[in-house]
């Protein structure tokens, strides 16, 4: 049978079928008054049970994509459709601060807008097509890139694989096998965008090593219905891709293929940090070279650029060296990545480093509590600055 295989439960009656979908199964159950009645139909006919369910799933009058409407549709009225606002969980925290990230960016004057590191890809969702008459949204990593591609393409679709998914713990670390064994790559966009979803949306903060979410359910929100209300967003968040030109390649790429005087790179480069709690972030490492070429890359532009660093980056010389050069805007934000069931997200301070004239000048340094002293090489940290000779 096409994209699927039929199992006979063992002492259970009816049968249960299991549709492949070409990704991990689901299992279907038909009701045992139908059952018995496809047996006397195979029967009269002399087909084999086998031939007669095939026919009958692939004929109209089983239609998976009507039984996944309805799914959708019931999983509407019974979680309702909440309010998510940004269809992947990412490392970086763009979304706590995206309003100061836009607004500088707009400041840029510039009509084309590249998120050279897309990630999230949440700048690429909200900056102002009032402003902004190209976008291009950026990431080395191919599954990103699927997904979004996927998501703007086929959101029907992927809601619809997505409907016959049960929230649980062991479909999570199945697709994430998946992902670690790169059994992902082999499978069709549709489903490789699906599984991506799935381990993103259900795990720990999107990290395929951050484990099966655990949510209390206190204010009535569950792995579950979390996962459910993105599911019943994509059609919604697949307009905000409508304009966006995707790309899938190296920074060093993207920055030579789009540098123009009018255009601005916006960067949030993977951390670069050998701290143990920051290890799975991301599935493709950013090296102490990789900065040095994005550093270089960006001193030589056309353009204007937007670098987001994590304050810590400023403990490596080379990277505090290149920062005061340019102008600096501070901001406080929550931690992203840090999560504690039942307690607050810590905050921490990020950098935005531009190249252009705005009403933020190098005066936030003065206020920047200990910060100012990475800037004049005071307070290190000999872990980060190792770093500097690791290219």
């Excluded at 994209?3 to 979908?21: A, D, M, Q, T």
């Excluded at 790559?185 to 979803?197: D, G, H, I, S, Y």
């Excluded at 290149?322 to 810590?346: A, G, I, Q």
């Excluded at 190098?362 to 307070?379: D, F, I, K, Q, V």
Aim: hydrophobic share 35%; glycine share 6%; aromatic share 10%.
């Amino acid at each position: 049978m096409r994209g699927g295989e039929w199992v006979r439960n063992e002492g259970l009656e009816p049968v249960s079928i299991i549709w492949g979908l070409d990704m991990p199964k689901v299992e279907i159950t038909l009701e045992e008054e139908t059952y018995n009645k496809l047996v006397e139909l195979s029967k009269r006919n002399g087909s084999t049970m086998e031939s007669l369910l095939e026919a009958l799933l692939e004929s109209s009058l089983v239609d998976m994509d009507e039984f996944a409407d309805e799914m959708i549709s019931h999983t509407a009225r019974v979680c309702g459709r909440g309010n998510p606002s940004k269809p992947l969980h990412y490392p970086g925290g763009d979304w706590w601060i995206k309003d100061e990230i836009i607004d500088l960016l707009v400041r840029s004057g510039c009509k084309t807008l590249v998120e050279v590191f897309g990630g999230s890809g949440a700048i690429s969702m909200y900056a102002p097509r009032s402003v902004f008459k190209n976008i291009i949204y950026n990431d080395k990593d191919s599954l990103l890139t699927n997904f979004f591609t996927v998501l703007r393409e086929r959101p029907r679709e992927l809601m619809r694989r997505l409907a016959l998914l049960p929230v649980s713990r062991e479909l999570y670390y199945r697709f994430v096998e998946l992902i670690e064994g790169g059994e992902i790559r082999k499978l069709a966009p549709l489903e490789r965008a699906a599984v991506f979803f799935y381990v993103n949306r259900v795990g720990v903060d999107g990290k395929p090593k951050g484990g099966f979410k655990v949510m209390t359910g206190a204010d009535s929100t569950t792995t579950a219905t979390r996962f459910r209300h993105h599911m019943l967003s994509l059609i919604e968040y697949a307009k905000r891709w409508a304009d966006v030109t995707i790309e899938n390649r190296d920074f060093r790429e993207i920055i030579k293929l789009y540098d123009r005087d009018f255009v601005v790179f916006y960067c949030d480069p993977p951390y670069l940090s050998t701290e143990a709690d920051r290890e799975g972030y991301y599935s493709i490492s950013f090296t102490p070279g990789d900065m040095r070429a994005l550093l270089k890359a960006l001193s030589s532009i056309k353009g204007k650029f937007v670098l987001k660093l994590h304050e810590d980056q400023l403990r490596v010389p080379f990277v505090s060296d290149w920062v005061k050069m340019y102008n600096v805007k501070v901001v406080e934000h929550y931690k992203n990545m840090d999560t504690v069931v039942e307690e607050k997200r810590p905050k921490q301070r990020t950098l935005l480093i531009y190249n252009y004239p705005s009403l933020h000048s190098r005066a936030p340094h003065s206020s920047m509590g200990g910060l100012e002293r990475w800037l004049t090489g005071e307070n290190k940290s000999n872990k980060l600055c190792a770093l500097c000779e690791e290219d």
